[in-house]
């Protein structure tokens, strides 16, 4: 393991991995048969990033994606960072007002799309955002809405009114010389920002968190360094791209040990088993109701998972008993478990393999290597001691630029001193584990997915009848935690949870639709008025019921008059 950090860009990290193993396999999806050396990839992202550079994109433009774990998803990756662009990565669940946002946040220059997942159909989607896109000349767009958007593309060889075709794309390489490609990537510092991702952080609505090459190129080498890896792994990736989870703990990780990616489209049991069996992986990633579904899945006995040894389960606690499953039964005796946040690049701490069943059960590790960490009182900001629980701090290479336009944000996220603030309270013992116990922040955690109530509540209150609504976490043993809302309607509506529910699809993601609705007539208060959302906590216990439900104590609080509850 290298013991300082690394001044490179990733589009050197990548050229490295093709120099040190052109011909080991870089790419690989089973279902279609498709693979890359390192070498042929490389290819591939020249091309593409020559492609980008003669349509005009320039340095520090953004350049959102808006897809599935597509083959050219990685390739765009590296063609941005090597042309000093700015990849910008959309959630494939967002739904209209979701994408709306994020573009004019951003300010986005650029947007590569599908045509569509699940029940949302992309095209149709940014042809009713940008009408303009079905009547102007192609990289002239000038949109009412979106003042910045310049170019947009279609991932795949279809031409759409107003897109550029991939294939088009790729077309147009032998317009930009090598001269002028390489003189681009003189102008990168490692410093610059090369990736955006949006998160609701510790509040308000999603911030586009910016990192650096020298965050997540750093950060990304020591995740794989921490699982023993080297060209002679083989990790399978079903996790989204899009997500910190799959650019930086997979495609990073393994690109800078010049590993093989595994990918697949979208999770799915059985092709992950399939992948695993027919590719000798060595490693898999999942969140805990990944590995759940294959564990539980009935086709499990079928298939040979003897070629396992490590990955990560990140994203949410992982229950003793699956962590045991999965070393016992997937053979993957050497998994770690990660801990961070997006702002963080994101992993702060890691278990390592030789860690025991306890530590990596009942902790999340240490912390990484050139990062500092500590635990504060969240009220006065005093260091606490080993054993004492406080707010998680850190500092460090990882910590981000900072959020996008979004200079108080920021200030609030990251100290005077320069210690990122997580809004996790967690708990660090004599010997340097840390365990996270709880949220200081008013955050959801479903499924892995970071869900901030301030942005649903902002949203519902665009529902005609709605007086007032408080969203909170409602503990699922699926998912963690699902949605639920409390709502206050105005007199004489007669709203119900299916209004409320028609009023969310198509506009915000399908995990962000509260599974939970209550109608109650006020909401307990602190004696300077403040809702308290940990008594409505306790409350949905009494108020929400069925099979999905983790049932704790029950509270003996009183349960507001006039509710109408749903469990969905």
């Not at 990122?420 to 340097?432: A, K, R, T, Y």
């Not at 584990?433 to 959801?444: A, C, E, F, P, Q």
Request: aromatic share 10%; net charge negative.
């Amino acid at each position: 393991m290298s013991d300082s950090l690394r001044e490179v860009t990733l589009g050197q990290l990548l050229d490295e991995a093709i120099e040190s193993h052109p011909d080991n396999e870089a790419i690989v999806y089973v279902d279609r048969n498709l693979r890359m050396t390192y070498r042929q990839f490389g290819d591939v992202v020249d091309r593409l990033a020559k492609g980008l550079m003669a349509l005009g994109v320039k340095k520090d433009e953004k350049v959102a994606i808006w897809a599935t774990n597509i083959p050219y998803w990685v390739a765009l990756q590296f063609a941005t960072a090597k042309i000093g662009a700015v990849l910008l990565t959309v959630n494939t669940n967002y739904k209209r007002a979701e994408l709306a946002y994020l573009l004019e946040q951003s300010e986005t220059e650029n947007l590569f799309i599908i045509d569509g997942y699940q029940d949302t159909d992309y095209l149709q989607t940014v042809y009713d955002l940008i009408p303009e896109l079905r009547e102007q000349e192609r990289g002239r767009l000038k949109s009412e809405r979106f003042p910045h958007l310049r170019r947009l593309f279609f991932l795949g060889p279809e031409k759409h009114r107003g897109f550029y075709a991939l294939p088009e794309v790729m077309g147009m390489a032998a317009m930009t010389g090598d001269r002028e490609y390489e003189q681009r990537q003189k102008q990168l510092d490692p410093h610059d920002v090369v990736n955006m991702q949006y998160t609701s952080g510790t509040t308000g609505f999603p911030k586009g968190v910016m990192l650096t090459h020298y965050n997540i190129g750093n950060n990304g080498y020591y995740i794989g360094a921490n699982q023993n890896f080297s060209h002679r792994d083989r990790l399978c990736l079903p996790v989204p791209l899009f997500h910190c989870f799959g650019c930086v703990l997979g495609v990073l990780a393994a690109v800078s040990h010049s590993a093989t990616l595994v990918i697949l489209e979208k999770f799915d049991p059985v092709q992950v088993m399939a992948s695993v069996e027919a590719e000798r992986c060595t490693a898999l990633y999942g969140v805990p109701t990944m590995f759940i579904a294959v564990l539980e899945h009935t086709l499990f006995d079928k298939f040979n998972f003897s070629s396992l040894r490590t990955g990560i389960m990140a994203g949410s606690p992982c229950p003793v008993h699956i962590m045991r499953q999965v070393i016992d039964r997937m053979n993957m005796g050497e998994i770690t478990i990660c801990y961070g946040l997006t702002e963080a690049s994101p992993v702060i701490t890691q278990t390592l393999p030789s860690d025991d069943m306890q530590r990596r059960t009942e902790t999340v590790g240490k912390v990484m290597p050139h990062i500092e960490m500590k635990i504060v009182d969240p009220e006065t900001n005093r260091t606490l001691g080993s054993g004492e629980q406080g707010e998680l701090c850190c500092r460090g290479y990882n910590v981000m630029k900072g959020y996008y336009k979004m200079a108080e944000a920021t200030a609030k996220a990251i100290d005077n001193d320069g210690w990122l603030h997580s809004g996790d309270l967690g708990v660090i013992d004599e010997f340097g584990y840390l365990s996270i116990t709880g949220r200081y922040k008013d955050m959801i955690i479903r499924g892995g997915e970071n869900i901030y109530p301030r942005e649903i509540e902002e949203f519902l209150f665009g529902l005609d009848g709605v007086i007032d609504v408080q969203v909170v976490g409602v503990p699922s043993r699926k998912y963690g935690e699902e949605v639920g809302a409390f709502i206050v309607k105005k007199e004489g509506h007669d709203l119900t949870e299916e209004d409320v529910r028609d009023f969310c699809r198509g506009q915000i993601a399908r995990y962000k639709i509260p599974k939970h609705i209550a109608f109650v007539e006020n909401y307990p208060m602190t004696a300077s008025g403040k809702i308290q959302k940990y008594k409505l906590q306790e409350l949905s216990v009494d108020l929400f019921s069925g099979e999905d439900r983790i049932f704790p104590e029950k509270s003996e609080k009183s349960i507001p008059k006039n509710r109408n509850n749903s469990n969905g």
